[in-house]
């Protein structure tokens, strides 16, 4: 390309430099359609993602619910706490997510 280049600013036109022009025209032809390809490939066409329902499966329902019972079972048994214990079991809890 540098060659061409000096070429046609030396007015040195000659049947090389016309060649060689020709090739890099084919050149930027062939990249221009390859771009243009790619762009309309379906292919690459995006897709949002669909809201699906969270499924929660049956065993870790049972699992949690039985969770959330003795946790309230826990509660429940707390007036036999001294409130300073009781503060500890909050606490305790709390850092379970309960």
């Known amino acids: 390309m540098e060659q061409t280049e000096a070429d046609l600013v030396n007015k ?6 016309i060649t060689r022009q020709k ?3 084919t050149r930027l ?6 771009a243009n390809e790619r762009d309309l490939d ?3 066409e995006a897709n949002t993602a669909k809201d699906l329902p969270a499924r929660i499966p049956a ?3 049972k699992y949690k619910q039985r969770q959330l019972q003795q ?3 826990l509660r429940e048994s707390l007036p036999a706490f001294t409130p300073y214990y009781k503060k500890q079991v909050d606490a ?7």
Do not use: F, P, S, V
């Open 71 to 73: 946790t309230e079972t």
């Open 12 to 17: 040195r036109l000659t049947e090389q430099t």
């Open 29 to 34: 032809l062939q990249a221009e359609k390859a």
């Open 92 to 98: 305790y809890l709390k850092k379970l997510g309960y």
């Open 59 to 61: 065993a870790l329902q």
């Open 42 to 44: 379906e292919k690459r």
């Open 23 to 25: 090739e890099i025209m």
